[in-house]
């Protein structure tokens, strides 16, 4: 009987082909002898994605891929990874090369040393650093807004690796489907009183291709806008 995977690692690919070789090199470097699999979800890619993955299943035994075949968003593509994977803890972080895939074996650190009771209700975030001052400053005003409206201390709500027990996935109910899912997973940590616990993550350069929303300001405000809607709606079950 195959043992169950101490942490499946969930990350959504769109259009990521030229991510892809490097992603899996830097994931093998750590997990080819942990305990560990890969959950990479193919968000419904037009590229040459598929093929890569499904190449990368013969070499890599830790890969379990998942495919979304037309893609609805961001947070489908993360939680249909989440669906499909079998570890005991779950995280989910981001294909473009921007922050370490390797920093979630510094999450899964923090989860290990904490005494075993706690071990299952916590939830565990990165913090960045390195980014620039103009999107350091919008995140600022984003984690403000949050925290007035929500009431929840949400400091740097996108910021990646994102890591919890598989328990506290059965007590999501009708998580969105877009950007705003991180925003969904951090409040409800802080409506459950999860022990959050945050480490340094360095987020640097795209290594390939373009952002799919954080192009310019024109799409900065359409994602203020939808995670403005979405806010609002947390708010009224408060």
Request: charged share 25%; net charge positive.
């Amino acid at each position: 009987m195959k043992k169950q995977p101490e942490l499946s690692v969930v990350i959504p690919c769109y259009n990521e082909a030229k991510s892809l070789p490097e992603l899996l090199q830097k994931c093998a470097a750590f997990m080819q002898n942990a305990n560990m699999e890969l959950v990479i979800v193919d968000n419904g890619s037009s590229d040459d994605t598929p093929r890569i993955i499904k190449e990368a299943k013969k070499k890599y035994p830790f890969l379990n891929p998942c495919r979304v075949d037309v893609n609805q968003g961001y947070g489908f593509g993360i939680l249909s990874g989440l669906r499909h994977a079998t570890g005991e803890y779950l995280c989910w972080t981001h294909a473009d090369l921007q922050t370490d895939p390797a920093d979630v074996q510094k999450g899964l650190e923090l989860i290990g040393a904490l005494p075993p009771e706690e071990q299952k209700s916590v939830f565990v975030k990165g913090s960045r650093y390195g980014r620039p001052i103009t999107d350091v400053l919008f995140t600022v005003g984003m984690s403000f807004f949050e925290i007035l409206l929500l009431r929840k201390t949400l400091w740097d709500i996108n910021a990646q690796p994102t890591m919890f027990h598989s328990a506290f996935l059965e007590r999501w109910e009708n998580p969105p489907h877009d950007f705003s899912l991180d925003l969904y997973a951090f409040y409800l940590a802080r409506k459950f009183k999860l022990k959050t616990l945050r480490f340094p993550v360095r987020f640097g350069e795209r290594v390939h291709g373009v952002s799919h929303w954080n192009v310019d300001w024109k799409s900065k405000v359409k994602f203020i806008k939808r995670t403005l809607d979405f806010s609002f709606k947390l708010r009224k079950t408060l």
